[in-house]
């Protein structure tokens, strides 16, 4: 019985220790992957979503800027001029 027990035991550590590399595998082969991929994004240039975001927001405040500027000159416009 205690052999038996031993070899469950010897089993049970060696499933332990394979999972154990496959996961490291798995985890290197996500990294490798993502660099993969990271270097293709930015051979295509590509923006990422935070210089995307910042280029929308700079546009945004830039098209308010232009209503209210118009806004101004078509009021200025409609003055009537004084002599």
């Known amino acids: 019985m205690t052999a038996r027990s031993k070899f469950l ?10 999972m154990g590399v496959a996961q490291g595998a798995k985890t290197e082969a996500d990294t490798a992957f993502k660099g993969m ?11 990422t979503r935070e210089e995307f975001e910042a280029v929308r ?8 800027e ?7 000159i078509a009021a200025l416009e409609a003055k009537p001029v004084s002599e």
């Not at 035991?9 to 394979?18: F, G, I, R």
């Not at 991929?37 to 923006?47: Q, T």
Request: glycine residues 0%; hydrophobic residues 50%; proline residues 0%.
């Open 57 to 64: 927001l700079m546009a945004t405040k830039a098209r308010a």
């Open 37 to 47: 991929v990271d270097r293709w994004l930015a051979d295509r240039d590509l923006v």
């Open 66 to 72: 232009n209503e209210a500027l118009s806004a101004r």
């Open 9 to 18: 035991d010897d089993m049970s550590q060696l499933m332990t220790n394979a």
